[in-house]
């Protein structure tokens, strides 16, 4: 499938369009990839999201464009990795060339971009070139991966200090907390390209001076996202080239729940939506999106697709998907889901048409769907393992008004077949036809 939405289990859509927000590209003020976006709004329809040298105030239509916003931070060659709500500001990490380092802003727009490392009882400094992602415990403190530790911060004593050491050959992708305990995911050796690795996954309860459990699975770690007191980890195997996967763990081990065809994704590319656990990932010179969710078992199915190949944070902080994207190091992005997506269509698997003999007789495709509005419309198309179109109709509300049920008389002879559904010639982006069922009718061939 391309662009589909399947949220609703009872049919088929095109997934959400996008619309690039006010400001939201280079002829605006967004001029560096945007790596995070924070998952809730921080003020009424307010969020922040951080990247490159910037730090961004974001509404549900636009980037704000003022004296504070976009922030520069200050330091050398400074490039955003996270940010989160706290205590009532916003805290973040960044590298530069220097140290690796966590800034503070005071809301509403009070920055102190070396907060960590200056203004505590006793500097604080993180480790330059590496992921920090921030999580923010349910004992009120602050945790951030770095390289092989965890570092924490207590408000009540201003104090940062490294909490727990970890193998001094793992880089840490993520931290979450889960049950009042710290779970740590990281990479062991931290190599890319083809090189086999660990994915680890540490677990610490914030007490000891070491972790008190850890697994390992040959794979490389991404990001993890916490959903109903399931913890869900996206890894690859390198043997698997450019396929992503997505797991849980459950205590013991990882278990693979969904494979999709992408990278894997970073803690800053997985959030939730609609009760779906959204994740992003890069394939060739596409930024996709995929869904996983819906029934107990749930399934995977790639739902949009961002502006530029290159992809950054994604997140929903007013209901609606924001997907942040880069063409290289000259073309940013920030778009929110709007309508929907014309470039889409379904492939069903390929099924006997004759349960006996070598061929059948596909007599009638007959199609249920919502009612048609003006611009809308779908074609169909039956198609054998041979790659040979058995059938083709188009359901439209120029050819047929806003009726719900299509029979097409087809009498076509064929031993298998598949369904491809495909949008893409219909333009409607408010309004697009629902599909409900397709049932297809015929006879063996004596």
Same mark, same amino acid.
Not at 152 to 168: G, I, K, R
Not at 204 to 224: F, L, Q, Y
């Given at each position: ?41 921080? %003020? ?32 050398? /060659? ?20 220097? $140290?690796?380092?966590?800034?503070? #802003? ?5 920055? +102190? ?47 940062a200090q490294s909490a727990v050491n970890l193998p ?8 979450? *907390? ?11 050796? !931290? ?7 660990? %994915?680890?996954?540490?677990? *610490? !309860?914030?007490?000891?001076?070491? *972790?008190?459990? +850890? ?69 060739? /010179? ?12 749930? $399934?995977?199915? %790639? ?14 902080p007013f209901g609606k998907l924001m997907t942040a ?19 889409? /269509? *379904? ?7 004759a349960m006996e003999g070598r061929k059948g007789l ?49 009498? $076509? ?21 629902? #599909? ?11």
């Amino acid at each position: 499938m391309r662009n589909c939405d399947l949220r609703n289990p009872n049919g088929l859509q095109p997934g959400p369009g996008r619309l690039r927000l006010t400001n939201g590209d280079g002829s605006g003020v967004v001029s560096t990839l945007i790596r995070s976006i924070i998952r809730t709004a921080v %003020q009424t329809d307010i969020t922040f999201g951080i990247g490159g040298s910037k730090i961004y105030r974001i509404t549900p239509t636009t980037v704000a464009s003022d004296a504070s916003f976009p922030h520069t931070i200050d330091g050398s /060659n400074p490039d955003g990795e996270d940010i989160k709500p706290y205590h009532g500001g916003i805290i973040y990490t960044f590298n530069d060339s220097l $140290r690796g380092y966590c800034g503070k #802003l005071t809301l509403p727009s009070t920055f +102190d971009d070396d907060w960590m490392y200056t203004a505590l009882t006793g500097t604080f400094a993180l480790n330059t070139g590496y992921p920090h992602p921030i999580e923010i415990g349910g004992d009120d403190l602050v945790y951030i991966g770095d390289k092989d530790r965890v570092v924490s911060y207590d408000p009540v004593a201003d104090t940062a200090q490294s909490a727990v050491n970890l193998p001094d050959d793992v880089v840490i992708q993520d931290v979450k *907390w889960k049950n009042k305990k710290l779970y740590i995911t990281v990479n062991q050796p !931290n190599l890319t390209g083809t090189n086999q690795t660990q %994915q680890g996954v540490y677990i *610490w !309860n914030t007490v000891d001076d070491s *972790w008190e459990d +850890d697994v390992h699975k040959i794979a490389r770690g991404g990001g993890m996202f916490v959903k109903d007191g399931v913890l869900y980890i996206s890894f690859e195997d390198i043997s698997s080239d450019g396929i992503g996967r997505l797991g849980y763990f459950d205590g013991y081990t990882i278990k693979e729940l969904a494979k999709y065809d992408g990278s894997l994704a970073a803690y800053y590319q997985i959030t939730e939506q609609d009760g779906f656990i959204i994740l992003a990932a890069a394939k060739g /010179n596409e930024t996709l999106i995929f869904a996983f969710g819906g029934g107990e078992e749930g $399934r995977i199915f %790639q739902l949009a697709k961002g502006h530029h190949p290159t992809i950054g944070g994604i997140s929903c902080p007013f209901g609606k998907l924001m997907t942040a994207s880069a063409q290289g190091t000259t073309a940013f992005n920030i778009s929110k889901e709007e309508g929907f997506d014309p470039d889409c /269509n *379904w492939k069903g698997i390929l099924y006997p048409v004759a349960m006996e003999g070598r061929k059948g007789l596909v007599r009638q495709v007959r199609a249920d769907f919502s009612p048609l509005a003006v611009g809308t419309g779908l074609s169909m198309a039956l198609r054998d393992n041979n790659g040979t179109e058995v059938w083709r109709g188009t359901i439209s509300y120029t050819l047929y008004g806003n009726i719900t049920k299509k029979i097409f008389h087809c009498a $076509r002879k064929s031993e298998n077949a598949r369904v491809e559904i495909d949008y893409s010639n219909f333009r409607a982006t408010t309004t697009v036809v629902f #599909l409900r069922d397709i049932d297809i009718t015929g006879n063996n061939i004596i």
